[in-house]
């Protein structure tokens, strides 16, 4: 059975911080490049971050610097650290195998606002 449940998001002002974790079913986990992505209104989805099993990590120009992931492999989650937030990081985030495929399933997400 998939798993793939996101936590950790919410309401902070413009230079805040927020953690999000993403509990992930083990045969995914363990297969799969992992990746954080957001979607609103504005943006479509986009991926934001990825880590691979090895723990190299990638980044969008757009979250680079103040943006970091990191896996727990004991735990099969993974988490985005988000420093230095901006309004335009208001998103729902979601994490899922990079890259992902048609027909693949999506959690509910988490929402993230930006917002003083």
């Known amino acids: 059975q998939v798993q793939l449940v996101e936590s950790g998001g919410g309401l902070v002002q413009p230079g805040g911080s927020l953690t999000l974790s993403c509990a992930v079913s083990k045969s995914i986990f363990s297969t799969y490049v992992m990746g954080w992505y957001r979607q609103s209104p504005v943006i479509q989805r986009e991926l934001v971050a990825r880590i691979f099993n090895s723990g190299i990590t990638n980044y969008a120009d757009s979250v680079k610097g103040r943006f970091t992931i990191s896996r727990d492999n004991a735990k099969n989650t993974v988490y985005l650290q988000m420093n230095s937030l901006k309004p335009e990081d208001t998103a729902v985030y979601y994490c899922?195998?990079?890259?992902?495929?048609?027909?693949?399933?999506w959690g509910q997400g988490t929402q993230v606002t930006v917002s003083s």
């Open positions: 899922n195998r990079v890259p992902s495929l048609a027909g693949d399933y």
